[in-house]
């Protein structure tokens, strides 16, 4: 009788134990507010959620590639004439302000999505204002996938090549290594095409110029073949990261996706990483399926109830260390490795927003950097959810580059409150992590908060006073605005 007594509550411990994880998630769920904060009218606003702007009005453009032509051409005209800014907008995942301008129009390029495959070349033809989904969609049924993209597919081609984009795809260069050309409609209504051959100048002022220089129209970008992808991890100490990355990454010829990730519960704080890679297999990749929707949304709560909770994160690095273990070798197509979308990490939270961040390391730095980032984000009070790696090659094409050399560029998601006492701390946080970054002979990425004086960023973008210089040859009377301008120029 004792020893069932005995096992009883043993049975019974094992049950509450499993249970509390399953309650903490479901307590974030019952704590979400199903309410979006409306946009007035007259508003506008980004991915930051602190940008809500008065414009003076927001333009979707037409779909037809004649008809936008002529929009556009009477918008710069009526602009010029009216003594008003343009802003260029497509999915507005940027957070600086950058495709807003107090009291300028917004041309919201979404609708301009039309694609053509050229399957002989391997080259997609797109409109800017399309999505990165759409095109995975559309290349799909060619048997064919985007070559450079971001980790979420729900951006906008022409916002990604604004900011020049980097992906996770091993070896691989920022988005502006994909582009053959595009077309850009300039400050005179006159639409240009600019390659690395015809105004290789304003080609290069353009990727990762921020809507500064005109709007871009259609894009030719380089595709690969879709393949079938098997999927492996290696849990390691971060201090070994870069040389377990050599042995299974750099000399894999398979790896063809790739992304680390550190521990940031208090408990081990970044004591722990993993290496998460796909290798290429010799099957065939199956189509796109239509994802489950019940399992995005356990995949998001999880992510959710990290937020502000110690015990959250925890069981989100335990849950996902599970998972890695029960996908291990699973086969995957690489279209819909990319086809996620960033509502699998959406806040429900009306009060709180998520913040991204990222900087580019050196090879040799990473340690030291590794090091030095570490008191600095245990002694921040904002809540830190994630911090994702992604080694990114050197950027040949843009002018505004961010990685001079080979680099691993640390992203950082961190939650915050829309108060102004958490926005002060937001300031001071960056401000420690980019000088973080200088002293480790680093970057950092310029579409995120506008929290950087102009004369730091100088410090990392010697090359900014003649960027400016440049757009106002190109623009001499400024047409073309936002915030992200303003505040550096």
Known sequence: MKRKHIWMISIFIILFLMAIPVFHVLKTKWNEKETTSEIPKGYTNDASQLNLTKVDTIIAVPKDKTAIEKQLQEILKYAQENNLKISIAGAQHSMGGHTIYPGGIVVNMLPYKHMELDQKNNILTIGSGALWQDAIAYLDL???SISVMQAFSSFSVGGSISVNGHGWQKNSPPIASSVLSFTLMNDKGEILNCSRTENPELFKLVLGGYGLFGIILDVKL???????????Y?????????QYYKKLISDNPKVNLVFGRLKIANQEFLEEATINFFEEVDEKPLPIKKQNEKNEEVKRLVFRSSVRSEYGKRLRWDLEYGMNKV??????????LLNDHVSLIENKDPNSTDLLQEYFIPEKDFNSYLKDIKPILLQSKLDLLNITIRAVNKDEDAFMNYARENVFGFVFLFNQKKTEKEENEMKILTNQLVDAAIKNNGTFYLPYRLHIHKN???????????????????????LFQNQFYEHYK
Request: charged share 40%; proline share 5%.
């Open 142 to 144: 060619y048997g064919k």
């Open 222 to 232: 380089k595709v690969v073949d879709n393949k079938a992808l098997k999927y492996k």
């Open 234 to 242: 290696f849990r390691l100490s971060p201090e070994k990261y870069v």
């Open 327 to 336: 996908t291990h070798h699973n086969i995957f197509s690489r279209n819909e």
């Open 456 to 478: 730091k960023m100088r410090k990392v973008y010697p090359q900014a006073d003649e960027f400016f210089r440049q757009k106002k040859k190109y623009d001499p009377k400024e």
